[in-house]
């Protein structure tokens, strides 16, 4: 049988993630909108306007109420700097080339530490297609070009730093995460645990040295960034505080992500399998997987664990951890696997090799899954119909989105107007805790019960507004009471919004 020659083996990891990219770009291909209509569209809205040469002085220019409205900032500073060639391109094509640029950046990262812990190249190969290709939920976050996979990327490169015992990469890294984004918390939770592994082996120099490279790097970062302060309060009041507030209703990042941990479950139970087996049989000691970083990676998959029982966001971070965990284990010893396969299963499967057809055959299910999922609903993330039904408003209206939702599209379409809500609905309730309850009354099951007017009149006196906009999916109920208050006047309304001119008279009546 023809075998691949021999210098071209250790090519073969480098190899599969190109094809893992050219997978996810024969997805994209066919796809005539946006893959998501959330945060990602708003990061690459603001590159448009950043690649315009406009000034940008945080997202306080682009709210009329809620937490960024007091607090003006940019928690993602250098992401939106990193983005802004994309801005010279239409939404929906820059959007597809920055998921391969965020799959890229995460399969290299990816690649340094696999090829750091010396495993076969096959084996290699095998755990970048279980990365891309192995969790659907995975991958489609990864398909929804959210920048928070740079954060990823560099939480790998800042394990590798440990794993090698390198502690000066620390400044830099740190450096950077901090200016991505408030996603730093997670680079900087590595760094404690990092240092606390280090003093459990008694490299107490190498402690203190990741701990003050850390913190110089946090420091650095701080000063480049304008607005700070601000930065420092966002931190301190929402990003740190939010997560933890079980009475605020927060937006499905911040929700359980209980319901997607099958794949995660299988991945831990294949790690403790394998480290139960390497200990029964005497092939590995506690203090060897101390010092080769087992413990670590393992303390961190823990934390992250747990915290996905909480915020479904821990998907993105524990996934590629989880297999950098198996892959140390399997560094122990390479041949596990094949042992165990060859004890498990009858001579027959193996001579077929049934297990790979196995493999490939989740993998191709997960990439028609992906596939279907994307192309059965791309009609309905169409922005031309966010930007028709606008068509009437002028500029720097004041638009009261009354679902949180609806800013990165509305944003994309229309970065000339003011928006009264954005990002998370939590931060509506930090402001004003009593504006949450006005802006729930659309979701109301006994809209008759409901004084419409009175109603508008004390939104529109705790935010003026020119333009009262919702989605219009299954509220054919409210929308008619809402056709019914004077002053409001129906704009434009189709499949997915419907917007309303609200009264000069009552619009002024507060100022």
């Known amino acids: ?31 005539q909108n946006p893959t998501s209509l959330g945060d990602g569209i708003r990061h690459l809205a603001l590159a448009q306007i950043l690649h315009q040469g406009k000034q940008f002085g945080g997202w306080g220019d682009f709210v009329t109420s809620g937490y960024f409205s007091l607090h003006s900032s940019d928690p993602w500073y250098l992401t939106h700097l990193l983005i ?80 090698q015992r390198k502690t000066w990469p620390l400044l830099p890294l740190m450096t950077i995460a901090t200016l991505l984004s408030h996603l730093f918390v997670f680079p900087l939770f590595l760094c404690l645990l990092g240092s606390l592994w280090f003093v459990l082996q008694r490299e107490y120099r190498k402690a203190s040295c990741s701990m003050v490279y850390a913190a110089l790097g946090v420091s650095v970062a701080f000063l480049l960034i304008p607005q700070n302060l601000n930065y420092v309060h966002y931190i301190a009041e929402v990003f740190l505080k939010v997560p933890f507030n079980v009475q605020l209703f927060t937006g499905t990042e911040m929700q359980s992500g209980i319901h997607r941990m099958a794949p995660i479950v299988v991945l831990l139970g294949a790690c403790t399998l394998f480290l139960r087996i390497l200990r029964m049989q005497g092939r590995t000691t506690k203090e060897e997987m101390m010092a080769r970083g087992i413990v670590l990676t393992g303390t961190l998959v823990g934390f992250m664990t747990v915290g996905m029982l909480v915020w479904v966001r821990m998907l993105d971070f524990l996934w590629p951890l989880l297999l950098v965990l198996l892959a140390q284990i399997l560094s ?25 057809a196995v493999l ?5 299910v997960n990439i028609a899954k992906t596939e279907f999922t994307f192309l059965s609903t791309d009609a309905d993330r169409n922005l031309g119909q966010f930007a028709d039904a606008f068509k009437e408003v002028p500029p720097q209206s004041r638009v009261l989105n009354l679902d949180w939702d609806l800013f990165p599209a509305l944003f994309t379409v229309r970065p000339d107007l003011l928006y009264t809500r954005g990002m998370d609905p939590s931060y509506d309730y ?66 997915r919004i419907a917007v309303f001119k609200i009264a000069t008279s009552l619009t002024h009546e507060k100022e």
């Open 1 to 31: 049988m023809n075998t691949l020659p021999r210098r071209l083996i250790p090519y073969i990891p480098v190899c599969t993630v190109c094809t893992c990219l050219f997978v996810f770009a024969l997805i994209l291909s066919p796809l």
């Open 84 to 163: 802004t060639p994309l801005g010279a391109l239409d939404t929906v094509l820059a959007q597809k080339i920055f998921i391969l640029i965020l799959g890229f950046a995460v399969g290299a990262s990816f690649l340094l530490i696999l090829s750091s812990l010396k495993i076969p190249s096959r084996m290699q190969s095998v755990c970048v297609l279980v990365l891309f290709l192995g969790n659907v939920q995975w991958m489609l976050r990864l398909l929804l070009g959210r920048p928070v996979f740079m954060m990823v990327s560099l939480l790998l490169l800042l394990l590798l730093s440990f794993l």
């Open 332 to 356: 122990l010893c390479p041949s596990l696997p094949t042992e165990l396969a060859r004890y498990l299963l009858p001579k027959r499967v193996l001579k077929k090799r049934l297990a790979w």
């Open 360 to 364: 490939l055959l989740i993998i191709f």
């Open 430 to 495: 930090l402001v004003s805790p009593h504006s949450i309850d006005l802006y729930s009354v659309i979701r109301t099951q006994t809209p008759d019960a409901v004084d419409w007017d009175n109603w508008l009149r004390e939104l529109t006196q705790y935010v003026p507004s020119d333009v009262l906009v919702l989605w219009s999916a299954n509220r054919s109920a409210v929308l008619n009471h809402l056709r019914t208050i004077p002053n409001l006047t129906l704009l434009r309304r189709n499949e």
